[in-house]
């Protein structure tokens, strides 16, 4: 169901961490309401590519607009991207001074000027729709690392995002905790969400994805649908790294 | 058991005999005589003829006058050098560090020293003082400034000002429960300054624009009027303040780095500010890290205090000083000058320990 | 501005492609940030050629003041005409070679007690009989060396002694305080922590105070103690507090695993720490130990308070001579080279050892 309306878009994007050429000639256009699955071997730049996208690494050369603003060194132009694009990552990063409620309603209230009242009532309903709305006011070290993680993403949807940005968000949990986040993820991928998820779970992304794209060295190898790219690899790269995950 | 107070007794033993054979008093009596030295500084009148426990007060307030100021400067410096050290600026990093480096490798004594001849021997004598507006002098007599006379408009521009702290102390009280009925945001910071600088300006105007000040002058050889910080005084301050911040800065910077990145990096995500991911997200975690040896640099400073008397300014220690080589009552000096020490210790320690907890409170586990 | 970019991830330092870029990158990133690098080149450029000049270019090497103040700048003269004096005190000049070979002898001693090749209960025994050298080489009156007592002592090697026995014959009393304060038995518990916590509380100066003042009223009638010796016992007795601080935090580090497990396989309570506990808690120490050590040898220093003369007290008694008062910046300047000397090199290697230790924790 994605629309045409193309709301990130990464051209000739190139990015260096000292001498070490991380992003070359990046291009990636990502629709409204379309979900991308970012797959590569480590260290290939998937983190660092998503990460650009909200300014959390500054690209050198080529353009990222999102929703039609440059990401820029524009401090203000990257606040309204940054509010327009939710991200997950890979640890959490729950601020564990903060209890849960406290943790989804920061944003909301410092950022959109909410009221407090207010605040809280939508972060109940999202804590509800990843259905821990009972913890509230426990603090994320006492949680589960799904259930921190469930709060991250619910965290993030609190500012009513139009993109959200994942960060291998199961990669640090334990298998039987995969299962509750990714429920979570797929259910907002059904309601129309637009999300790029850098992720090795290939299931999800058979099951969900409408583009899988494949990294390497920090180039887009192949990107495709995903019974194409998972059938039909065209480049020998992809081809090499299917099998390694499928002999795991 | 029986060993500890074996040789508890034999030393008490001792000390009485002693004692005895140089006929030197025993007991806290000697403090209601008269002390019969003067104290060159003094927040409390003093004089000669008043009593060895006058004369203690007197030290004990130089004391807690150079604890409390210092604390105050040395955490701002501190502070300042910590995130100077983190800055991305190089050549701030490196100025931070140098001076942290420096700071933390010499004795806090020879810095005292340091400064006090800096004081005394670099600066020019009084009739060559560095001259500010005809009004602050700077010389090796110490930095002479105006003193405030007590009239009718003096009293109302500093009763406004306290007015005004109290009145922006509710600002913030308001703001705060104003942004979590509405959510809009007031600007705390910027109306609390101007009413803190513009009250006592407009009472200044109001009761004529004039404040009447004791302008120090020349007279002879030395100046007269006004108030002086002393250069022992100073000598003291600026070293307890320049070394102790040294050893803040690194507390400082490695509490914030305590904090993992990835903390910033998820409250920037979100769409804070950089000024509010410091205030909201990093400060708060940082301090739980920063107050337990923080509390032990404030204690340092107190104990580095006494360091007065090499340069000969009267602090607690150094008035007791005097009074143990008049009265030769040792024992007795020197437990006043510990019990004080202790007292503040514990003082200060409990006051940072419930501070700590109140911050660590809020955070589970 | 600095918070601001405090914030930036510090491992992510910008592309270097040359010196242009990369003064972009950390001095001119921002508006705000090159105002503060102005600020601090002007600072710099206030400070720095005035000082090159005074230290260097018009300084007079070798002199009399008189000489100094006509060209202007530095009297290192001062060091030249006054260095055995600030150096080893008062000291007969003619067996100054004595405290010069026992500041050798310490040196050494250092490097060997820092080399971990050397951890081995030996190395206890080797310092002592070290510092057992050293003594006779200061006090001589044997071997033909004349006698030497201590109220002439002074300087650098003063500094040391005070520093270095200090923290050699404190270490097994803080040992003792520590294991008692985590004993069992309420009463030993009570004691070392009032010994501890009392300790902590007060001012080095004021137990040197009551040291030079109070201890020979301790005394039984007719025994007398020195100035030196006074001191030295304060010194102890004062650090001892803080580094029992220290062994119990490595103590506490230990897992409950290792006590359990001595315990299963019988042995006693002294065996236990002896064999099992403390050779692993003291290894865990050792960085905070040489803090402690840096610490106890710049407050050393303290001691010009009850009138003994150690490097710091000799640089003063050498700038009290009215024709070089001038020159105090110099003294200072070159006392705290030493003690800096000393003290960032002790800092650096306890850094080194924090970093080896967490290593080797890591690979275990
Ligand atoms: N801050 C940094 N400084 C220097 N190099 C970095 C930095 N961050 C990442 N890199 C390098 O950039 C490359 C891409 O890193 P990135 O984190 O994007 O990989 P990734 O595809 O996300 O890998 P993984 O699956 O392990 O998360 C790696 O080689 C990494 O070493
Ligand atoms: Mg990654």
């Known amino acids: 169901m994605p629309t045409d309306e193309i709301v990130i878009s990464l051209k000739d994007v190139n990015k260096w961490y000292g001498t070490f050429h991380a992003l070359r000639d990046i291009n990636l256009d990502v629709r409204r309401g379309e979900r991308v699955v970012v797959a590569g071997p480590s260290g290939s730049g998937k983190s660092t590519m998503i990460r650009c996208v909200n300014r959390l690494e500054e690209h050198q050369s080529g353009i990222i607009l999102v929703n039609g603003t440059e990401v820029s060194n524009d401090v203000k132009a990257v606040e309204k991207v940054r509010r327009d694009v939710g991200m997950v990552f890979q640890q959490f990063n729950l601020f564990p001074h903060l209890t849960v409620l406290e943790n989804l309603t920061l944003a909301p209230i410092w950022v959109k000027h909410m009221p407090k009242a207010e605040a809280a009532d939508i972060a109940m309903k999202y804590l509800e729709r990843v259905k821990i709305h009972e913890q509230a006011k426990k603090y994320p070290g006492q949680l589960s690392g799904g259930q921190q993680q469930r709060v991250a993403i619910a965290r993030s ?42 992720t090795h779970e290939m299931g999800f992304a058979r099951t969900v994805a409408d583009k899988v794209v494949f990294m390497a060295d920090g180039q887009v190898v192949e990107m495709n649908t995903p019974s194409e790219l998972f059938g039909n690899p065209k480049e020998e790269r992809t081809r090499q790294f299917l099998s390694q995950i499928i002999r795991h | 058991m029986a060993m500890v107070a074996g040789i508890g007794w034999f030393l008490v033993a001792n000390t009485l005999t002693n004692l005895n054979a140089r006929h030197i008093a025993t007991g806290f009596g000697f403090l209601d005589r008269e002390a019969g030295f003067g104290i060159s500084e003094h927040l409390v009148p003093y004089l000669p003829s008043d009593s060895y426990f006058r004369a203690f007060e007197v030290g004990l307030l130089n004391t807690l006058e150079v604890a409390v100021i210092g604390i105050v400067l040395t955490t701002l410096l501190g502070l300042v050098m910590g995130i100077a050290r983190l800055s991305h600026n190089w050549l701030v990093a490196r100025l931070a ?43 090796n007599r110490g930095l002479r400034v105006p003193a405030m006379i007590w009239d009718d408009s003096a009293v109302m521009v500093v009763s406004t000002l306290a007015l005004a702290v109290a009145a922006s ?20 910071l910027w109306s609390s300054l101007g009413l803190i600088a513009g009250l006592p300006l407009i009472a200044f105007l109001a009761t004529g624009a004039h404040l009447s000040f004791d302008v120090p002058h020349m007279a002879g050889f030395n100046f007269a009027g006004g108030s002086t910080v002393s250069p022992e005084f100073a000598a003291l301050l600026l070293g307890l303040v320049v070394y102790t911040g040294a050893f803040i800065a690194e507390i400082v910077r490695s509490g914030i780095l305590a904090v993992s990145y990835g903390q910033t990096e998820a409250a920037l995500a979100l769409g804070l500010s950089r000024m509010q991911v410091l205030r909201l997200v990093v400060l708060p975690q940082s301090l739980r890290v920063i107050i337990p040896p923080l509390t032990s640099q404030y204690l340092n400073l107190v104990k580095n205090s006494p360091l007065a008397v090499a340069i000969g300014f009267p602090d607690l220690v150094s008035v007791a000083n005097t009074a143990i080589n008049q009265t030769g009552q040792a024992v007795e000096g020197v437990s006043i ?24 409170l809020r955070g589970g586990r | 501005m600095a918070e601001s970019s405090l914030l930036e991830n510090p491992s992510a330092n910008g592309w270097l492609r040359g010196p242009v ?7 001119f990133s921002s508006p705000a940030n090159s105002l503060l690098t102005i600020v601090a080149l002007w600072g710099l450029w206030l400070a720095v050629p005035p000082a090159i000049q005074w230290g260097l270019i018009k300084a007079t090497w070798i002199g009399d003041p008189a000489a100094c103040r006509a060209a202007g700048g530095a009297c290192w003269g001062l060091v030249t005409e006054k260095y055995r004096l600030i150096l080893f005190g008062i000291y007969p000049y003619d067996e100054q070679w004595r405290p010069f070979l026992a500041v050798v002898l310490f040196i050494v001693m250092l490097a060997t007690a820092a080399n971990p ?3 081995r209960p030996w190395l206890g025994w080797v310092l002592v009989a070290g510092l057992v050298v050293v003594s006779v080489l200061m006090w001589g009156g044997i071997l033909g060396l004349p006698l030497v007592t201590n109220d002439r002592w002074g300087g650098l090697p003063l500094t040391l002694i005070l520093s270095i026995f200090g923290i050699v014959l404190s270490f097994p009393l803080a040992v003792v305080l ?7 038995l309420p009463a030993v518990r009570a004691w070392c922590v009032v010994y501890i916590e009392l300790w902590r509380g007060v001012p080095l100066i004021s137990v040197l105070f009551m040291a030079s003042i109070m201890f020979p009223l301790f005394m039984p009638e007719g025994v007398t103690i020195d100035k030196l010796l006074r001191a030295q016992l304060g010194i102890i007795l004062f650090t001892a507090a803080y580094l029992a601080e220290i062994v119990r935090g490595g103590l506490q580090a230990i897992p409950r695993g290792q006590y359990e497990a001595a315990d299963s396989i019988g042995l006693t309570y002294w065996q236990k720490m002896r064999l099992v506990i403390l050779p692993q808690a003291l290894r865990l120490v050792i960085p905070p130990l040489v803090g402690q050590f840096i610490t106890t040898f710049k407050d050393t220093s303290l001691v010009i308070i009850i009138g003994l003369y150690d490097l710091l007290s000799s640089t003063k008694v050498a700038l009290s001579d009215p024709q070089w008062r001038a020159f105090y910046v110099e003294g200072y300047v070159v006392a705290a080279l030493i003690y800096f000397v000393f003290s960032y090199v002790m800092s650096q290697y306890s850094q080194y050892l924090e970093r080896r230790l967490s290593a080797g924790a890591r690979r275990r």
């Open chain 2, 169 to 188: 102390f509710l600002v913030g009280v308001w703001a705060r429960r104003r942004q979590e009925k509405t959510g809009r945001y007031f600007p705390v």
């Open chain 3, 117 to 119: 090749r050397f951890w």
């Open chain 3, 178 to 184: 520590a294991l008692g304060r985590r004993s069992q």
């Open chain 2, 97 to 139: 560090s140098a001076y942290v480096e420096a700071m933390r490798n010499v004795p806090v004594l020879l810095l005292l020293l340091f400064c006090y001849s800096l004081i005394t021997v670099s600066l020019p004598l009084s009739r060559n003082a560095f001259n500010l507006f005809d009004c602050i002098f700077l010389s």
């Open chain 3, 21 to 27: 870029d990369w003064a972009r990158k950390n001095l």
């Open chain 2, 337 to 360: 000058i510990m019990g004080v020490y202790l007292a503040i210790s514990l003082i200060l320690s409990f006051l940072m320990n419930w501070y700590n907890k109140r911050v660590a």
């Open chain 1, 157 to 198: 949807l609190c500012m009513r995002p139009s993109i959200m940005l994942f960060d291998e968000p199961t990669s640090a949990l334990d298998p039987e905790m995969i299962k509750e986040v990714l429920d979570v993820m797929v259910e907002l991928a059904e309601e129309g969400m637009t999300m790029v998820c850098v």
